[in-house]
Structure formats: structure tokens, C-alpha cells
């Protein structure tokens, strides 16, 4: 079981969409420079069960056409059912993961993937040189240049 922070509603995470930011913690990946180092306790936030899930996605869901998660790919088991919880609900899905990589399995319930650390001297999506990527599964298409302003 891993816990969030209190939900909220993002526009620029996911490009032409509207989605639900859920941002796990107990990240271990330990960026230097990380933007939110107060998400590597495990302990801190609320479980996300899937009740809770459920009281979320009845909450914003005339809101939102996507649900982001912020990690939670290290209880790969928890967080596929979860993502299947919202794809069955009718919402695209999304995992932002500061690993190179994901299993198949997780991919297998995901619409968007953004992979990679944070890396200061290269910077985020929105640079041209990051080392970051952020991928349509389906096509398997980079959409990176959809962050990139000029
Ligand atoms: S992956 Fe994200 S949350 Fe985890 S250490 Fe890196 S920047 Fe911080």
C-alpha cells in the first residue's frame, strides 16, 4: 500500500489533457537538486485505496479526462490495479517515474509514460537537451516537442 499527497488538478503534466495529479511518496531514486525531496517518506500523505480512488475519480471526474500518478511504480501490483481502476472508469492514464524504464505489465495499463531522473545540467521536459522522455504507448511516439515553448 503507498500513500499520496492531497490530489490536484493539473494541465501542462500531460499534454491536451485534463488529469488528476496523484503524487505518491517513498521515491528512493534521489535526484540531486529533486523538486520535492519531502516525498521520499513513505510515511507522509494518505493510503490510496481503492475506495479512496473511487471517492477521487467521483470527485473531480467531470473534471478531468486523465489521472496522473507521480510514482508508485515500486508496488508495481498496487499501482496496476489502480491505473486499471481508472482506465475501466474511462480515463486515460499517465506515470511520471524517474527510472530509464518500466515494466511492460505497468505499460500494459498506461496511456502516457515520462521517464527518466531529474538532472539540473540538462534540465526537465521542456529542454530540448533533457534527458527525460515523454512517450504515447500506443504509438511508442516521443512527444517531448509538445513541452518545448520555442
Ligand atoms: S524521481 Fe522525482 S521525486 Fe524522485 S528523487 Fe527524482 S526528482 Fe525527486
Known sequence: MFNILSPDIVFQEVP???SLALTV???????????????????????LTAMRLTELLEQYGSLITCVVFFGGEWQSQQLCSLLFQCQTAGFKTCLYTGEEDVSNTIKAHLDYLK????????????????????????????????????
Do not use: M
Request: aromatic letters at 8%; a positive charge; hydrophobic letters at 25%.
Open 25 to 47: 511518496t517513498g521515491c528512493q531514486i534521489g535526484c540531486k537538486g529533486c523538486h520535492s525531496p519531502h516525498i521520499w517518506n513513505p510515511q507522509h500523505g494518505s493510503p
Open 115 to 150: 521517464t527518466g531522473p531529474w538532472r539540473s545540467e540538462v534540465g526537465g521536459l521542456a529542454s530540448r537537451n533533457s534527458n527525460q522522455r515523454f512517450i504515447d504507448i500506443a504509438t511508442k511516439k516521443q512527444l517531448n516537442y509538445l513541452f518545448i515553448k520555442d
Open 16 to 18: 491536451k489533457e485534463i
